[in-house]
């Protein structure tokens, strides 16, 4: 699965998360100004903690925005994945052809959201996709 090594900015962050959550992760992304922490689906709620106190806490003492949601558990999590990462964003699909993930954006205003200023957000979706999938990514 992920591939990329951790610098040491995000082991702070993976220190910090299992500090306050009490989980142990070792995915932590970044996409969009936002610190994501990737957990097992069946401790999401676990992590959040009770009313959000732990999302709280944890975006206080970081200084900025923090998700928490679920572990692709393969390719085929792939859309649901994507969708969650970008979300409010939407798109209109996501498919896996070979080597590659292609999302088709329905409109040009959704399609710039996806992409970003300077594709920012493109080049960050880029590197998750390759590091949790193993695939390249475009936007169509």
Do not use: H, W
């Amino acid at each position: 699965m992920i591939t990329s090594t951790i610098n040491m900015q995000d082991m702070r962050y993976l220190n910090l998360f299992s500090k306050i959550t009490r989980i142990n992760t070792r995915y932590c992304l970044r996409y969009n100004d936002t610190i994501i922490f990737c957990v097992p689906k069946n401790l999401v709620m676990k992590a959040i903690g009770r009313d959000g106190e732990n999302l709280r806490r944890l975006g206080e003492m970081l200084g900025k925005k923090v998700r928490i949601i679920p572990t692709p558990r393969g390719i085929y999590d792939a859309k649901g994945f994507i969708q969650t990462l970008v979300k409010p964003v939407t798109f209109k699909d996501l498919e896996v052809k070979g080597d590659e993930v292609i999302l088709t954006a329905g409109n040009m205003q959704n399609k710039a959201t996806l992409m970003g200023r300077g594709k920012k957000r493109l080049l960050e979706m880029e590197k998750i996709v390759k590091d949790f999938f193993g695939k390249e990514f475009r936007i169509i």
